[in-house]
């Protein structure tokens, strides 16, 4: 079923069954908060943002949680919180961290979670979506399209082994993926 513009703001997307949940992972400015968002609502799923809920736990950013405590405490934070997720009823939409995959033991535990969507995009189109975005620790300091593609060189295969369904964002719009998603979950009400 493909979800159109039209009927997403009508509100005509049938509810899905919450036996299950949705984890978005791909590299930061792939879309997973928004895409996440707007698939938990047309599903009428709950949204969870797991950078925002670690934001919430420890007070602070992720910028600043990297520069008090480090990388190694973030990724530790990460692993904790989608453990701690696995308790949790089903019926989410996940957007992970872009380094959440990364981790051999979070992209295990995300499989026990529920079906891994990774949003694969382009680095070219990764560069003028975080161009100037100061809120990314990793990409902070020198050559951003040659961090992106670094970086996309490492983690792609990572994401691409840790995924149930791979959605490139380059050439759908968020309606379109919102129905591949929506497809990947059937059965419906």
């Given at each position: 079923m493909r979800i159109s513009a039209k009927a997403?703001?009508?509100?005509?997307?049938?509810?899905?069954?919450?036996?299950?949940?949705?984890?978005?992972?791909?590299?930061?400015g792939s879309g997973k908060s928004t895409i996440g968002k707007k698939?938990?609502?047309?599903?009428?799923?709950?949204?969870v943002d797991t950078?925002?809920?670690i934001e919430?736990?420890?007070?602070?950013?992720?910028s600043e949680?990297?520069?008090?405590?480090?990388?190694?405490y973030f990724r530790n934070c990460e692993t904790e919180l989608i453990k701690r997720l696995l308790s949790e009823p089903k019926g989410m939409v996940i957007?992970?961290?872009?380094?959440?995959?990364?981790?051999?033991?979070?992209?295990?535990?995300?499989?026990?979670?529920?079906?891994?969507?990774?949003?694969?995009?382009?680095?070219e189109t990764l560069v003028r979506r975080l161009s100037g975005d100061t809120k990314r620790p990793l990409l902070s300091d020198g050559d951003l399209r040659g961090k992106i593609k670094s970086m996309l060189e490492t983690r792609g295969p990572i994401y691409e082994a840790a995924a149930d369904l791979c959605i490139a964002t380059d050439s759908m719009s968020f309606y379109e993926m919102i129905g591949a998603i929506e497809k990947a979950g059937e059965p419906f009400l």
């Amino acid at each position: 079923m493909r979800i159109s513009a039209k009927a997403m703001k009508k509100g005509m997307v049938r509810k899905m069954q919450k036996d299950r949940n949705f984890i978005l992972i791909g590299y930061m400015g792939s879309g997973k908060s928004t895409i996440g968002k707007k698939a938990a609502k047309a599903f009428g799923y709950r949204f969870v943002d797991t950078d925002v809920c670690i934001e919430e736990q420890e007070g602070c950013t992720i910028s600043e949680l990297f520069a008090k405590k480090g990388e190694a405490y973030f990724r530790n934070c990460e692993t904790e919180l989608i453990k701690r997720l696995l308790s949790e009823p089903k019926g989410m939409v996940i957007a992970t961290g872009g380094g959440l995959p990364v981790r051999p033991e979070n992209a295990a535990v995300l499989k026990q979670l529920g079906t891994v969507v990774y949003l694969k995009t382009e680095p070219e189109t990764l560069v003028r979506r975080l161009s100037g975005d100061t809120k990314r620790p990793l990409l902070s300091d020198g050559d951003l399209r040659g961090k992106i593609k670094s970086m996309l060189e490492t983690r792609g295969p990572i994401y691409e082994a840790a995924a149930d369904l791979c959605i490139a964002t380059d050439s759908m719009s968020f309606y379109e993926m919102i129905g591949a998603i929506e497809k990947a979950g059937e059965p419906f009400l």
